[in-house]
């Protein structure tokens, strides 16, 4: 392979996939489920594998990795909503941290996958992990925010800043409260649920690229 290797975890739509391909990478994208919206399909070699089976040490020849963990239970959690903030509360009381931990499991697991790749690796491969604001609270401070997609791991110093779209990447009509929204409207496990969430969680192509040439190998 003369193309380098990027791994991208929970990969969706591919929004972190188009733009790494764009700049010049073979991206191997994991998930639990093929996604498959609207004509909309995963752009690069697809694994359906659960991220918490995965050992670093297969991606040992990765130039980067990313990942987007599932971002709907931070995002509810910053709502104005009851039962969201009693969810909250009940995580940031429990002074055993088994609730944390739960909730921040996959989140961890990136760096797991990270740790083991660059030890098989004899070097450090990069990580770039993408979620919403909201996850600040219980995972540490971002490093960098693009709008309402904020990072954490090894984000580059200079980063391109987005103008005029703040607020929470799972909000917008999924979470809003001024008008009629998807999750109002069908059923949790529905099919335009699915495909609203897997698009709204689309890294911008801007994003994804600038990442993907700062770490392309030279």
Not at 13 to 40: K, Q, S
Not at 174 to 198: E, H, K, L, Q, Y
Not at 202 to 209: Q, W
Request: charged share 20%; glycine share 10%.
């Amino acid at each position: 392979m003369t193309q380098p290797l990027a791994i991208d975890l929970f990969c969706g739509l591919g929004g972190w996939t188009d733009g790494l391909l764009a700049a010049g990478y073979y991206v191997v994208g994991f998930d639990i489920i093929r996604h498959d919206h609207d004509g909309m399909r995963y752009p690069g070699q697809l694994v359906i594998q659960d991220v918490s089976t995965l050992h670093g040490a297969q991606f040992k020849d990765a130039a980067l990795i990313v990942a987007s963990p599932p971002c709907q239970e931070y995002s509810y959690m910053s709502l104005p909503f009851r039962l969201g903030k009693e969810k909250e509360r009940a995580i940031l009381a429990d002074e055993s941290g088994e609730k944390l931990a739960e909730l921040t499991f996959l989140f961890r697991e990136c760096y797991r996958i990270q740790a083991e790749a660059c030890r098989a690796s004899g070097r450090h491969i990069p990580l770039v992990v993408e979620n919403v604001r909201g996850a600040q609270k219980f995972v540490g401070r971002a490093r960098w925010n693009f709008g309402a997609f904020y990072l954490w791991g090894d984000v580059p110093a200079l980063m391109p800043i987005r103008i005029g779209s703040a607020g929470v990447k799972c909000g917008g009509d999924w979470f809003n409260a001024d008008r009629p929204s998807i999750s109002r409207t069908t059923s949790s496990g529905s099919r335009a649920r699915a495909a609203a969430v897997a698009k709204i969680s689309k890294i911008p192509f801007e994003l994804s690229h600038y990442i993907g040439k700062f770490y392309a190998p030279h």
